[in-house]
């Protein structure tokens, strides 16, 4: 099993947020994740989506393999199986769809490791790090920094 597989599955295995800490949680993220002062300027995110895919090809491919060998996976996994279709098909719009001039307008993170890349890219890197029930509330994170890039 790969050390990301592994990886995968601890922050599966880690505490549901409530409803209250995931509230504050967006609430932090917001207030910590400054953006730069010239959107267009920014790191390209082609590479990096070419490379989460294949990322999240390998680890279909691991999990595929697990099943294939009658092994217990997580509910996370096997939502990766039914689904990656879905997880492709959007890569591949991202990909073909995103135009350059929309992506240039994007608010970019002005530091950490994210530095660069879009603000809705770094708030999604971390929300994907949090186990939750049910959909994201962008809406607590709009409320302290507006996804559009509107200064707060």
Same mark, same amino acid.
Do not use: M, Y
């Given at each position: 099993m790969s050390t990301t597989f592994r990886?995968?599955? !601890?922050?599966?295995?880690a505490e549901i947020f409530s409803v209250e800490r995931i509230e504050h949680y967006a609430e932090t993220l917001a207030a910590e994740q400054r953006v730069t002062q010239r959107p267009s300027r920014g790191r390209k995110l082609a590479p990096r989506v070419e490379q989460n895919g294949r990322v999240l090809l390998a680890s279909y491919r691991e999990i595929a393999e697990a099943i294939r060998l009658q092994r217990a996976i +997580? %509910?996370?996994? !096997?939502?990766?199986v039914d689904n990656f279709y879905?997880?492709? !098909?959007?890569?591949?719009?991202?990909?073909?769809h995103l135009p350059r001039k929309y992506y240039? !307008?994007? %608010?970019?993170?002005?530091?950490g490791a994210l530095a660069g890349f879009p603000r809705i890219y770094g708030m999604m890197w971390d929300w994907s790090r949090i186990p939750t029930v049910g959909s994201i509330p962008s809406c607590c994170y709009? +409320?302290?920094? %507006?996804?559009?890039?509107?200064?707060?």
């Open positions: 990886q995968f599955e !601890e922050t599966i295995r +997580t %509910p996370a996994a !096997e939502w990766l879905i997880v492709d !098909e959007q890569l591949r719009d991202i990909r073909d240039n !307008e994007l %608010p970019k993170l002005a530091g709009a +409320t302290c920094a %507006p996804i559009n890039g509107c200064s707060h």
